[in-house]
């Protein structure tokens, strides 16, 4: 017999290669080497898909640090690198600072590995070019483990260079490797916007407040007591803010209440505002309207939208016997519960043209003789306290300029004006 029937199949003469021959061998890398790819590919796809969404977020940002911190983490999450790091140039140099890592407690090492990489040129070389550059590492993976890779990523907007991010990362191999790359590219891209859209609106909100400012100081100007009142009130706020723990994005708003709380007396005759003696009821009707158009006269801009309650109540009491709305108690927003004790003290404690400054002690008693009356009382308690600790020596005294601008019939429960 040829051969034998096997299950009913006839058997070849033929001898028959072994399942372990180089050919089987490679066939069976190559299918491996696909289905990585393929589970690569995927695996990317998905972080791009997650990345898309949150491209969106990030862009609407505009605080530098919740940037800096969103992202970095973001990093870590799409990539599997051993640091982020993001070095920032400072203000009006051209020095490259560390501002943040990701873990933060390989920060050191990260600027021990700049440095390695400056003196090689490598930083500066892709600072130069603003194109990415991909070198290996001189501090990290120097202890017997897989080599590591540093990726120094320009940050730039439409006119400088504002920084770079450092990436730390383990290179895979071949095909993984390069969408690695490329999807760190994007990521850096995306980052990059968001920064240069963050510092384009602090530009923009800086202007802002330059203008404001001048229109803030042209309506002091009007009358020469009122020098600086608006900062000195909002230098006073932000205090009693820090005591109460504000967060430094809602003191930081301060600045904008306490510069525009009285924007609203730019329709206010000079003959009112500069009436040495008591105003008649229609004058004192002129002047109680002034938080009502302040709040109208900033409502259309949107991102000032937060210090409405800071020029709409700064003139509210406790009580509910003040205006414009003539609430009372927690009703009032408490930034106008914040602000109407700041404004209270500049006002008493500075020369009017109906009266010479009183001592601080004196002004300090009488608001907190007026607190459940006039004031909120735990923001009398919180304004005491920093009195008293000294906090506002600065403010009074200091280089600054401030006074007051009260209105004279808005008195407190003894006469004093606010």
Known sequence: MVGREVDGLPKSGKSEKPFDSPEVEAVAKRLHFLEESNSALIDIQDKLDRLSHFKSQGLLSHDVGDILGTWLARFRELVKIEVCSVFLVEEGGIEFVHAMSEPGELAPRVEEEVEAQIALGNFGRAIGSGIPLRVKTERFGRDGRTPLSIMIA????????????????????????????????????????????????????????????A???????????????????????????????????????????????????????????????????????????????????????????AIVPYILDHHERFDGKGYVRGVEGREISVEGRLLAVADTFDAMTSDRPYRKALDETVALDEIVRNAK???????????????RSGKLNGLRKGTAEFAGLGDRNDATASGHLS
């Not at 991010?165 to 994007?186: G, N, S």
């Not at 990521?187 to 330059?210: G, I």
């Open 154 to 213: 320009p940050l730039s907007n439409m006119e400088r260079t504002i920084g770079a991010a450092v990436i730390v990362f383990e290179e895979d191999r071949d095909f993984i490797r390069q969408q690695t790359l490329r999807l760190l590219h994007i990521l850096v891209d995306f980052f990059s916007l968001s920064l240069e859209n963050a510092y384009l609106y602090a530009d923009l909100k800086t202007t802002y407040f330059y203008t404001i400012r």
């Open 373 to 387: 009356t006039q004031f909120d009382p735990e923001m009398v308690a919180v304004f005491e306290s920093v009195w």
């Open 215 to 305: 229109i803030a100081n042209s309506i002091e100007a009007r009358d020469p007591y009122t020098k600086g009142h608006s900062e000195r009130v909002a230098g006073i706020a932000k205090v009693m803010a820090g005591d109460l723990g504000w967060d430094r994005g809602r003191i930081d708003l301060i600045d904008w209440g306490g510069m525009l709380h009285d924007v609203g007396k730019i329709g206010v005759p000079d003959a009112i505002l500069n009436k040495p003696g008591r105003l008649t009821d229609d004058e004192f009707r002129h002047i109680k309207e002034h938080p009502r158009i302040g709040a109208q006269i900033i409502e259309g801009i949107s991102f000032l939208d």
